[in-house]
């Protein structure tokens, strides 16, 4: 299905904005990697211990999934649909779907809000931003979400600077087509009356930076972008409320590993204090089993909800959401279990080496 949607989404699209959103930096190394690190891996299923009434319901900080998948954010949607992150967002909302909608989208940030809510009453939308080194953005930002109503903030910290993006290079993409702006970034601290300032990013960005976000909100506050464990035992240690193990999609260094490779280790150190999720190269089903069962609290996608949008719009990011969901399901019966939490690291092995 997602393979299927994902052809139709290279015919629809421009093939400069396609390679934008399926790119990653260097030789593409990380970007296979965190794909190729799932099928490596398999799970050992408990039998007669299952129920044919499963809850996949997951209570994050920020607001309930109907089940562990949510959407990780990607910037400009528009370059996918004219709908946009509205398509996306009402297609997350109906799902029952965590979204995380970026700094980098191409609808502001309150529109977002409101298309998940003429879809359903609560809907959870998260917003993610990085830590500006201009004086006034990120309070401005994080205001601008509060005001809109999400239900955390999602801060990316695998960025200091831009990703070197190889496809881009190549095809001379550096910015958006005319009509089209990064609309959270319009009428900022600094930036000019009317337009828009470009995203900022900073090598000289410090866990005091973080915390200062942390202190000046009351919504959960998400790291996104840890890898080290060391990292994940810091974030806690400033008070965010969890930490997305992430590589970027392979869009930000080349050299390091596959998410899912990582993600034990950090949810060793983070010791139950917050959840974990990740993301990075889940394209199906028994990718989100894995995933639980090595420990995260659910799993992001992002390519595979711009596939969506792109093919079909709203109706296809919903067949996408619906898709894995469903697929995690069977997943999770063939594993004997009953929600989301009886998947435990016990039933992971690596193929080949089992025993
Ligand atoms: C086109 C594109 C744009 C992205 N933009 C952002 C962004 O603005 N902020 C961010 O934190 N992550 C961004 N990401 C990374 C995603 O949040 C996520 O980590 C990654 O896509 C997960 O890998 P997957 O595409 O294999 O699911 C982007 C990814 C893609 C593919
Ligand atoms: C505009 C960028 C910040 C979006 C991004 O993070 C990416 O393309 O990976």
Redesign the pocket.
Known sequence: MLARLHEEARRALDPVHHD??AGGVGAEVVLAE?EAAFARLALLPRVLRGSSRRDLAVDLPGGRSAAPVVV????FHRLAHPDGEVATARAAAAAGAVLIT???STTAVDEVVAGARSVASHPAVWF?LYLDPAPGVTDSLVGRAEDAGCGALVV?VDSPVFGRHTRDAANGFHDLPAGLAAANMRDLPGGPPGGTRDIGMSADQSWDDLRRVVERTDLPVWV??VLHPADAAEAVAVGAAGVVV?N??G?QFDVVPAAVDALPAVVDAVAGRVPVLL????HGGGDVALALALGARAV?????V?WGLAAAGEAGVRQVLDSLVDEFDHALALCGGQRPSDLTRDMVVRRGAFG
């Open positions: 934008y959103y965190n990780s954010p990607t910037a970026g700094v980098a993610q990316t996104k972008g992430s970027h999609g869009r993301d990075g190269g889940v992001g996608v992002g390519r595979p711009l």
